[in-house]
Structure formats: structure tokens, C-alpha cells
Nanobody, 123 residues
Framework: QVQLVESGGGLVQAGGSLRLSCTAS???????MGWFRQAPGKEREFVAF????????YYADSVKGRFTISRDNAKNTMYLQMSSLKPEDTAVYYC?????????????????WGQGTQVTVSS
């Protein structure tokens, strides 16, 4: 089993920045690490993923150009640098690990999840 712990959420004004972290422990293995978010009353949506090696990334159109995903393999930690934040980015952000061979963008493709961290962007 892999355990995931997110941190770095908080309250920020529109246009501001935040960096989320996700640290993995336990049996740290997988093919992809991803970020998802879920706003109140909405389904969990894909934000970005990064390959386990860190060599490949993919973003949802809604965050492309504003968010950057990265990972530090030595620290078993993944990051999400969020810039130019908008009120519609307000959500609980979750990190997750997938063992799928194909690039995963759906929640069901990720069997391992963190507990989430709240991001609130005020207008």
C-alpha cells in the first residue's frame, strides 16, 4: 500500500499563487501521480498528472499555462505550483497514484488517494 499526504492548501486572493505538495510513503510504486480537485456539489475532476520518472506531464485545459506539476523522486514528493489563481479554482485538491499502463485522467484509474487539502481563492 502507498500512503499519500497533501499539504500547502489555504486561502489566496485571485491572481495569487500556491504550491501544493504530496508526499508518498509505504510501498511507493506506480506509473503516474496525479492531481484532482472537487468543488462543492461537483464531481471530482482531473487537474494534471506526471509520470513516475517525472519525464512526462499532462494538464487539463482549464489549468494549462497556469499550473505546473513536478516531482522530486529523492523525496517521493509531487508538487503542484498554481499561479494566476481564479475563484473557480476553489476546491479540495487530492493527489493520487495510478498503476495503469495508459495515461490516466479518470478518478477510477487511481486506486490510491490522499485525504485532500482545501484551496480557496477569493475574488
Amino acid at each position: 500500500q502507498v500512503q499519500l499526504v497533501e499539504s500547502g492548501g489555504g486561502l489566496v486572493q485571485a491572481g495569487g499563487s500556491l504550491r501544493l505538495s504530496c508526499t508518498a510513503s509505504g510501498r511507493t510504486f506506480g506509473n503516474y501521480m496525479g492531481w484532482f480537485r472537487q468543488a462543492p456539489g461537483k464531481e471530482r475532476e482531473f487537474v494534471a498528472f506526471i509520470t513516475w520518472s517525472g519525464g512526462g506531464t499532462y494538464y487539463a485545459d482549464s489549468v494549462k499555462g497556469r499550473f505546473t506539476i513536478s516531482r522530486d523522486n529523492a523525496k517521493n514528493t509531487m508538487y503542484l505550483q498554481m499561479s494566476s489563481l481564479k475563484p473557480e479554482d476553489t476546491a479540495v485538491y487530492y493527489c493520487a497514484v495510478s498503476t495503469r499502463g495508459e495515461p490516466p485522467t479518470m478518478p477510477y484509474e487511481y486506486p490510491y488517494w490522499g485525504q485532500g487539502t482545501q484551496v480557496t481563492v477569493s475574488s
